[in-house]
């Protein structure tokens, strides 16, 4: 197994400026944020305190152009094809988890929601594979028939005309993946709040999986695809690294140093990002012509943390090199003042122009 990490000193800048697309309730608590068809979609869950879940649409010059209202909370939000989004969340009534295909179709936008049933509960989602939809549940299964109690639960499951069908995978607390031609590569940790965790590569026809790693990594978190490669992009938050390993052979092929708790990642062009949740900056690595990573920038956060508490989300367009952050840290008003607005969408407008030639 081959580890590099080539630090290039003279192509790293520390730079600074971030620009304010929106500011967002105080009791923001989701991170629902993409860059795709051409505008930014911002999931945003609460105003002033009070449930009100809608996708907030701008375009390049950071115009807020629509409000596409959900029935659920927009917890997590995908790209779906070439000119629509996927968010999937909870309604409040009924108690039923939901996702909504959003699409735009020149200057409007139109949206379809699916209400999953009670006996499957959606978290994440992975992806489309063979026409249908595929989903974490944390919880598991629960028309699981079997009795052994040392069995991990049955994680994984699919939608499709005839509803939700879980897969045979017994697998732990799934926490994030996708998909990546016929296979789900899964995020997993073995229990709430442990480190141990792993990266589980499932076939969804046969319900069988392998383990990316032999042994845990520390808190793994975000994972992206690199374009154009068969590398595989994964945050080691609790060793602040990114990991790059070969979506075909499982093979690690490298350990990025990243500042501390890497959690948000994202990939276009030659380049793959990694955000750091409590430095709240992000760092830029890109490829080189032979084949190697090395530091292209390093993004800094020059907004307080009364002004921008957490950066929990990245992405980027990679038509421009713009990227984005959302910092999404619930204030309690029961038991906080909440006068601060850290809660907010971000881009890094300024360093684009680099952040693109440094990546295309």
């Known amino acids: 197994m081959k580890i590099i990490l080539f630090l290039s000193l003279a192509a790293v ?76 969340g909870t309604s409040i009534e009924p108690n039923l988890t939901m996702y ?101 590569v499932i076939d969804p026809r046969t319900g069988q999986f392998s383990l990316a790693f032999p042994n845990y990594r520390k808190n793994l978190s975000g994972i992206a695809q690199i374009p154009g490669t068969a590398l595989v992009a994964v945050t080691e938050r609790d060793a602040n690294q990114l990991l790059l390993l070969d979506k075909n052979t499982l093979q690690l092929s490298f350990e990025l140093n990243t500042p501390a708790e890497p959690r948000g990642v994202t990939a276009f062009g030659q380049c793959a990002l990694a955000g750091s949740f409590s430095e709240r900056g992000v760092r830029v690595f890109r490829r080189t012509a032979d084949q190697k990573y090395e530091v292209a920038l390093d993004l800094a956060m020059d907004l307080s943390g009364n002004e921008f508490a957490r950066l929990f989300q990245i992405t980027a367009d990679a038509s421009t090199g713009r990227v984005y952050g959302k910092s999404n840290f619930p204030c309690n008003p029961m038991v906080e003042v909440c006068d601060r607005d850290y809660n907010r969408v971000v881009s890094w407008e300024s360093e684009s122009a680099a952040i693109l030639a440094a990546c295309h």
């Open 100 to 200: 909504t295909i959003a699409t735009r179709k020149g200057e409007s936008f139109s949206a379809r929601t699916i209400v999953i049933p009670m006996q499957a509960w959606a978290n994440r989602w992975l992806g489309t594979v063979d026409g249908k939809e595929y989903f974490t549940d944390p919880g598991g299964n629960s028309e699981d028939t079997s009795t052994d109690l040392s069995l991990a639960a049955q994680t994984i499951f699919r939608m499709d005309s005839f509803g939700p069908k879980y897969l045979s995978t017994r697998l732990r607390l799934p926490v994030g993946g996708m998909a990546i031609g016929n296979k789900l590569f899964v995020v997993q940790h073995e229990a709430i709040g442990a480190w141990q965790s792993n990266l589980a």
């Open 13 to 88: 800048s520390a730079l600074a400026g971030v620009k304010t697309i929106t500011v967002l309730d105080r009791a923001e608590q989701n991170e629902a944020l993409v860059f795709h068809a051409d505008h930014l979609w911002v999931g945003q869950s609460r105003k002033d305190f009070k449930a009100d879940p809608k996708l907030l649409i701008f375009d390049r010059s950071d115009k807020k152009v629509a409000e596409v209202p959900l029935r659920h909370s927009p917890q997590y939000l995908y790209p779906y094809g070439a000119q629509s989004v996927l968010v999937v």
